[in-house]
């Protein structure tokens, strides 16, 4: 089954630096790739996700990128605020061809962002 | 509603009890999955429901651990004589479909004693 590892775990940054959180996956199969955040005792909100057509999707100050042939895909912060600071979840649609469209998480990114 | 809703937000039982966890989904939306999230972890997936049955169940740790939905709506997880590790945050979400975006509901939030 797919296999989905995140780095760093823990990420701490200054108020408008970038933050870029990684994570590569096993199945190759794999087509949807979201990145979650999760604030302290909330529920996961969805803030980005791309599929496998394409490389790269960005809104405002968000992006990411994914590299099908070396299976990772990263999250882009730029211009962090101290209401980035949250853990962040990359996760992979475990099932390859969608499905069930289960999602295989991350271990999840401690992100701190200092003013 | 407005969102995804589950109950009850805390459940605090002693170890061998059973409990019973709801997730209320977004109306219309057909695919319903269960997760479980120890203190400090990612989301591990549980159940996958579309409408009322659930071609995938690969992700219950024991057979302790039942869910069910009915309507195509509201679902129930039923853990059987709770354990100590069975403590975590339980999380539903919904989609569309399985291909769609899933929206989460808040948790809820097990201590087992």
Redesign the interface.
């Given at each position: 089954g797919e296999n989905v590892e995140?780095h760093p775990s823990t990420l701490s940054v200054q108020e408008g630096d970038s933050a870029v959180i990684k994570c590569t996956y096993s199945d190759s199969a794999s087509n949807?790739f979201?990145w979650?955040k999760q604030e302290l005792g909330?529920?996961?909100?969805?803030i980005i996700?791309i599929r496998s057509n394409v490389g790269e999707k960005k809104d405002q100050r968000i992006a990411v990128t994914l590299n099908k042939t070396a299976k990772h895909f990263s999250l882009h912060i730029t211009e962090t605020q101290p209401e980035d600071s949250a853990v962040y979840?990359c996760?992979a649609r475990?099932?390859g061809s969608?499905?069930?469209?289960?999602?295989?998480?991350?271990?999840?990114t401690t992100l701190q962002v200092k003013p | 509603g407005a969102g995804?809703s589950q109950s009850p937000s805390n459940k605090v039982t002693e170890k061998g009890k059973d409990v019973e966890l709801r997730c209320d989904p977004i109306s219309g939306h057909t695919?319903l999955?269960w997760?479980r999230q120890s203190l400090?972890?990612?989301?591990?997936?549980l159940i996958?429901f579309?409408g009322n049955s659930a071609?995938?169940k690969s992700?219950l740790p024991s057979d302790r651990f039942s869910a069910e939905r009915t309507g195509g709506s509201v679902s129930t997880l039923t853990i059987q004589r709770t354990q100590q590790e069975d403590s975590a945050v339980y999380?539903c979400a919904g989609?569309g479909?399985?291909?769609?975006?899933?929206?989460?509901?808040?948790?809820t939030r097990l201590t087992v004693l």
């Open positions: 995140q949807y979201p979650y909330k529920r996961p909100q969805l996700d979840f996760a475990g099932d969608g499905n069930t469209g289960k999602l295989i998480f991350g271990q999840g | 995804v695919a999955y997760y400090g972890q990612g989301l591990e997936f996958y579309q071609p995938d992700g999380l989609g479909s399985s291909y769609n975006e899933q929206f989460f509901g808040p948790g």
